[in-house]
């Protein structure tokens, strides 16, 4: 049996705790330890019987524990993450019961794939990737490390996105389509031309979004 730290009490750490119990129903030899948070104060609302157990900061990894990440923000997660493996923390690759993995995808460390989200065939998905809920990859993508990719996005046959990434909800990529590095790309937005590296997009077709400084 391996324990469940969960790296985050916000509301996404409250979503992927109902997943990690979800897995454990349909059989993952895990149980919940509990959340690790700087804000100790971030589950004093919520009736939860999973507890905040120490700081991320503070904390050290014990043998039997199994890491899951969740932060959205991918430069937070990348951080955080590092800080974790420093000290010696293992992550346990998350596929919720629902989801769909077909022929030849392959999954790196960390990675956390929520409800219903499809992965046809022939995929990569990098180290520590989010894919939230309704969200699929079709044939030959590849999705590069600590990239998030928000609920509801359609990444088509052949789209590339880069490391560090983030897509908001309901984002669809034209077929062949690339997403450069540690660029964003707006709600709503369809990517037909290429995303360059760093480039904050929004739209349809999605271009580079100015914000006056």
């Known amino acids: 049996m391996k324990n469940i730290v969960i790296v985050g009490a916000g509301g996404f750490g409250r979503e992927i705790l109902g997943y990690v119990k979800d897995c454990i129903d349909a059989g993952s030899q895990w149980v ?24 991320i900061k503070d904390y050290i990894p014990e043998n039997d524990d199994l890491f899951v990440c969740a932060l959205g923000l991918p430069k937070i997660k990348k951080a955080v ?13 998350l ?7 077909g022929a030849n995808v392959k999954l790196g460390q960390g990675v956390v794939l929520c409800p219903r ?3 046809t065939c022939d995929i990569l998905i990098g180290n520590f990737v989010m894919i939230n809920i309704a969200s699929d990859c079709g044939h030959d993508a590849i999705v590069g490390d600590f990239a998030t990719i928000s609920g509801s996005c359609d990444i088509t046959g052949h789209c ?3 490391e560090g990434s983030f897509l908001a909800s309901n984002v669809a990529m034209r077929p062949s389509s690339k997403i450069g590095k540690w660029a964003s790309v707006g709600i709503n937005s369809s990517v037909i031309l290429n995303v360059k590296d760093n480039q904050r997009v929004f739209g349809n077709p999605a271009i580079e979004l100015y914000v006056n400084k």
């Open 95 to 101: 596929v919720h019961p629902t989801a769909y993995m």
């Open 32 to 55: 919940i330890k509990g959340f690790i948070d700087d804000n100790l104060n971030s589950l004093d609302a919520y009736p939860y019987n999973q507890k905040i157990i120490s700081t």
């Open 81 to 93: 993450v590092e800080s974790l493996l420093s000290r010696g923390a293992k992550f346990a690759t």
């Open 117 to 119: 989200v499809t992965l």
């Open 160 to 162: 590339q996105v880069g």
